[in-house]
């Protein structure tokens, strides 16, 4: 988590006020120290699982899951349903296996293995909630492939909206002035190209949640 983003001390108060993490949060978070894995953190899980509850979502669905962290916050918002984790590390999507089974929901979730864009195309719509965090340069063709699945209502979220290590918060801004950014990289590209699309189609309306890496979380305003 970037401190020029978020300020510690919000994100410290962001963990004091949000849901406490259980003993399975607090083994995945000891394994993305160990293994220097990046996840949302717990202050944009926390948003995950109220969002999950508040939409009553039954149906999600994750371009892109790691170990199951961000797909673990969901569940712990969801009273039913179903939660689709894809993953392309064979070894990743074990362990997030893994930990939904220590936690008793496992039969509440979806272990695919592969490309997500491929493996949407898979499933029947609607979802109630998608979060995208896949390849940066992707993030658009990724809301392409489930846009069609979506319902008035659904809610989409992209990670790393504000930053990440590949990205550069300067040229993205750059990029969605409409400036040219000859050393911006592919994923900043990507980044600024996804946050272009949802801002000016008519059927999302989007803003940006200030926390972790910056979450651009869209609803679906119509069919």
Do not use: C
């Not at 918002?77 to 008793?104: H, K, N, P």
């Not at 489930?146 to 504000?162: F, H, Q, T, Y």
Request: overall charge negative; cysteine-free; charged content about 30%.
């Amino acid at each position: 988590m970037s401190e020029d983003v978020v300020p510690s001390e919000v994100t410290d108060l962001a963990g004091l006020i949000g849901p406490e993490p259980d003993e399975i949060i607090r083994a995945m978070e000891d394994h993305a120290d160990d293994e220097d894995f990046p996840t949302v953190g717990p202050a944009v899980g926390a948003w995950l699982s109220v969002l999950a509850r508040t939409t009553d979502a039954e149906r999600i669905f994750e371009f892109g899951s790691g170990f199951g962290y961000s797909a673990y916050w969901f569940a712990r918002g969801m009273e039913a349903g179903e939660i689709v984790l894809t993953e392309v590390d064979a070894d990743e999507l074990d362990q997030a296996e893994s930990y939904f089974e220590r936690a008793g929901i496992a039969d509440r979730a979806r272990f695919e293995y592969g490309d997500a864009i491929d493996i949407v195309e898979r499933y029947d719509g609607p979802f109630d909630i998608v979060l995208i965090d896949n390849e940066k340069q992707r993030y658009e063709e990724a809301l392409r492939a489930v846009e069609d699945k979506l319902r008035p209502g659904s809610l989409v979220l992209a990670d790393n909206a504000i930053t990440a290590g590949v990205i550069d918060r300067e040229d993205v801004i750059a990029l969605l002035r409409g400036e040219d950014v000859p050393t911006a990289t592919e994923a900043s590209r990507g980044i600024a190209a996804y946050l272009e699309y949802v801002r000016t189609h008519d059927r999302f309306e989007t803003s940006l949640l200030p926390a972790g890496e910056g979450v651009a979380v869209s609803v679906v305003t119509d069919s």
